[in-house]
Structure formats: C-alpha cells, structure tokens
Nanobody, 123 residues
Framework: QVQVVESGGGLVQAGGSLRLSCTVS????????MGWFRQAPGKEREGVSY????????YYADSVKGRFTISRDNAKRTLYLQMNSLKPDDTAMYYC????????????????WGQGTQVTVSS
C-alpha cells in the first residue's frame, strides 16, 4: 500500500522560510517524478514544482520561481520543498504526489497524494 506523508508546514511571517518534506513508502520512489501542489481556500489545486526521478530536471511555477527549490533524496525516499521569501499569497495546503505522465503542473497527471501540510504566511 502506497503511503505519502507531508510535513514541515507551519505559521511564518512574510519573508521567512520553511522546508517541507514528503516521505513515500510502498512504491519504487526513484521510478517516479514527483511534484508539489498547493491549494488555497476557495481555489483550485495548482502545481508548484516538479522534479524528475533522479533530480536532474526541475520545473517551477512562475509564482515561486527564484524563491522555492525542489529536491529529493532517493535513499531516504523523501521529497523536499525549500521555500524562501514567503509571501501571504503562498498560504495554502501543500501536497506532494507521484507523476504518472502528462503535464507536470496538471493535477490529473499525478496519483498517490498525501494529506497535505498547511503553510500560513502572515503579513
């Protein structure tokens, strides 16, 4: 059974930093590209970042480019998202998921979702 568990969220002031983690079990982690998504109240879930199975390729949404860094440690079966210079607009539930083919920023291209970790940025 596949389990995906996000952690590392919290409350931070604007300009601060957080590091999210996502630990995966029950699948061959290094077979999958992985993505981070986020969903704010009343909004659609949006793709934030993608990383290829061995980390050689990464993509970012324009809204986070230059501020967020995605990485992975395949030995630890863990995905990371380093978030710097946080803004109130970054407030959302953050999810990770395994890429199953298709557009890297489209929700339907992913499966094996976690329950999410809440990030709240105060102004």
């Amino acid at each position: 059974q596949v389990q995906v568990v996000e952690s590392g969220g919290g409350l931070v002031q604007a300009g601060g930093s957080l590091r999210l983690s996502c630990t995966v079990s029950g699948l061959t982690f290094n077979f999958y590209g992985m993505g981070w998504f986020r969903q704010a109240p009343g909004k659609e879930r949006e793709g934030v970042s993608y990383i290829s199975p061995y980390g050689g390729t990464t993509y970012y949404a324009d809204s986070v480019k230059g501020r967020f860094t995605i990485s992975r440690d395949n030995a630890k079966r863990t995905l990371y998202l380093q978030m710097n210079s946080l803004k109130p607009d970054d407030t959302a539930m953050y999810y990770c998921a395994a890429h199953n083919g298709g557009n890297y920023f489209q929700r339907s291209s992913y499966n094996y979702w976690g329950q999410g970790t809440q990030v709240t940025v105060s102004s």
